[in-house]
Nanobody
């Protein structure tokens, strides 16, 4: 059973940066595509970004394009999310998710979930 554990959340002022990590265990890391999602109370969980199994393809929501960067570290079995120029609208619980295939697209890559990490951006 694949397990995902997020880390790196916290509080930051608007304009600042944070780096989230998603540690993947219980399966062969290179066999899973991974994505980041976020959720605020009262709203649906939304897709932020995703990276393919090889790391060769990445996708970003419009809200993340140009500010966020996703990457894979095959030595540490982690997927990292570098978030720059943070805004108050980025405040949410951030979850990583994994799947074996993007046949339905990165937005639906959500077979396995982590427990989430809180990101709070103050203006």
């Amino acid at each position: 059973q694949v397990q995902l554990v997020e880390s790196g959340g916290g509080s930051v002022q608007a304009g600042g940066s944070l780096r989230l990590s998603c540690a993947v265990s219980g399966g062969t890391f290179s066999m899973y595509a991974v994505g980041w999602f976020r959720q605020v109370p009262g709203k649906e969980r939304e897709f932020v970004t995703g990276i393919s199994r090889s790391g060769g393809r990445t996708y970003y929501a419009d809200s993340a394009q140009g500010r966020f960067s996703i990457s894979r570290d095959y030595a540490k079995n982690t997927v990292n999310l570098q978030m720059n120029s943070l805004k108050s609208d980025d405040t949410a619980v951030y979850y990583c998710a994994a799947c074996k295939s993007w046949y339905s697209g990165p937005v639906f890559c959500r077979d396995y979930w982590g427990q989430g990490t809180q990101v709070t951006v103050s203006s």
